[in-house]
Each structure stands twice: as structure tokens, then as C-alpha cells.
């Protein structure tokens, strides 16, 4: 979102809205008080973010009246009307979005006023900053709930130096190179199961020559 704010942000306002701890485990439990949520704005606010950062109320009003999904990004026109939603926040369709509102009067809704897409590549490639905060029960969680995405999405930060000029960017790739893309995240995902199911036997394995 900083590549974007930095191609858009003298035409667009951005604001980051804090909802809920999006990985919570022992250091970074959910959120019991508005100070609490607070705090954690500011921290985020200081790590460079260059543009203000909203916090919802402690019951999540905003959040559940916006959809309540966990990574969504709306796009606000000249109206105060929602102009296009972008239910897994990416930064190239939001590019295509903003450019195309900003062609018809910054007003009305622009490609379809919905992408539905589940765009996992920029997750798994810069992820796990946020995944390691909440350490183990982050992990553990993750990867109970979709089996290989959290093994995955460490398997990608390591590989970040090469993946990031592909998943990290702010405006669309070609066609060939999101094919390419999608391929190596399927097989990020698919080492991330392996490995996941490794650990399972190993643990078994463990157990078993303790009885």
C-alpha cells in the first residue's frame, strides 16, 4: 500500500482502519480495551505508515458495518459513496480502480464496484511479520484452519528478496507474468503442506516411542 500511496497520494486520501488483532497468541492477545487498540495504532503508525491510521471502537462497529471481512479495502468517491470494493486488499486492482474513477469525475462506481479475487501472493511473500508477532498459536491456528498456509507463507518471506518485485508491486503485471506468479505460490503453498504434514508424523512419531 506505500507504492501506492506513493503514486496516488497528492489525488487520493488514504486511512488505515486498526479492527482487531489479526493474529493474536501469547504476546499479542485480542484486544480486551480501546487503549489497548490504541496503542497498537500508534506503534503502527510509527513504522512509517505515511498516511493516518483510524482505529475502530473496541466492538468493531465500522468493521462489521463495512462487511466484517479480515483484509478489505473500499474505495470512498467524491460523494462519500462507495465507489469500489476490494474484499482481499491488492494494490494493482486497487491501482486500476482509483485510475479509473479518477477518469470519470472522481464520482460513480468504477469496474464492476467489486473484485472478489482472493489474491494470496503479497500475504505470502510479507506475511509472516505479522504471523511471528503472535507466535506459536498464530501458527498453529493458521495452519489448522488452512492446512499449509502458514508453513507456506514462512517458505515466502524467505524467498521475499525474489518474490517481492512480483507480489509486492502497485500496479498489475502482464498476463504471463500472473500465470507464472500463480503457479509459484501454488507451489509455495504445496512445500508449505509438505512440510506441515512432516512435522505432523514427526510428532506422531515422538509420541508413539514415549508410550
Same mark, same amino acid.
Given at each position: ?146 492446512? @499449509?498456509? !502458514?508453513? /507456506? ?5 524467505? *524467498?521475499?528478496?525474489?518474490? +517481492?518485485?512480483?507480489?509486492? #508491486? $502497485? ?8 500465470? @507464472?506468479? !500463480?503457479? /509459484? ?5 504445496? *512445500?508449505?503442506?509438505?512440510? +506441515?504434514?512432516?512435522?505432523? #508424523? $514427526? ?9
Amino acid at each position: 500500500m506505500r507504492k501506492l500511496h506513493e503514486r496516488w497520494g497528492e489525488e487520493v486520501s488514504f486511512v488505515d482502519v486498526l479492527i482487531r488483532q489479526a493474529h493474536p497468541g501469547p504476546r499479542v492477545p485480542p484486544y480486551r480495551s480501546f487503549d489497548q487498540k490504541l496503542r497498537d495504532a500508534m506503534i503502527w503508525q510509527a513504522e512509517d505508515v505515511p498516511y493516518p491510521v483510524a482505529v475502530d471502537d473496541l466492538e468493531g462497529t465500522v468493521h462489521q458495518v463495512y462487511g466484517g471481512l479480515a483484509d478489505p479495502s473500499y474505495m470512498i468517491d467524491a460523494d462519500g459513496r462507495v465507489a469500489f470494493y476490494n474484499m482481499w486488499t491488492h494494490a494493482p486492482t486497487l491501482h486500476e480502480a482509483i485510475k479509473s474513477l479518477t477518469q470519470q469525475g472522481e464520482r460513480g462506481i468504477v469496474n464492476g464496484g467489486i473484485e472478489r479475487t482472493p489474491h494470496i501472493a503479497a500475504s505470502m511473500t510479507d506475511g509472516w511479520k505479522g504471523l511471528r508477532r503472535g507466535l506459536p498459536q498464530s501458527f498453529t491456528d493458521l495452519e489448522l484452519s488452512a492446512p @499449509g498456509t !502458514a508453513s /507456506g507463507t514462512w517458505i515466502g518471506y524467505q *524467498l521475499k528478496p525474489l518474490l +517481492a518485485p512480483l507480489t509486492l #508491486r $502497485a500496479k498489475p503485471l502482464p498476463l504471463a507474468a500472473k500465470a @507464472g506468479l !500463480a503457479l /509459484g505460490a501454488a507451489a509455495v503453498i504445496w *512445500l508449505g503442506a509438505r512440510r +506441515a504434514t512432516a512435522e505432523r #508424523r $514427526a510428532a506422531r512419531a515422538r509420541n508413539s516411542s514415549e508410550r
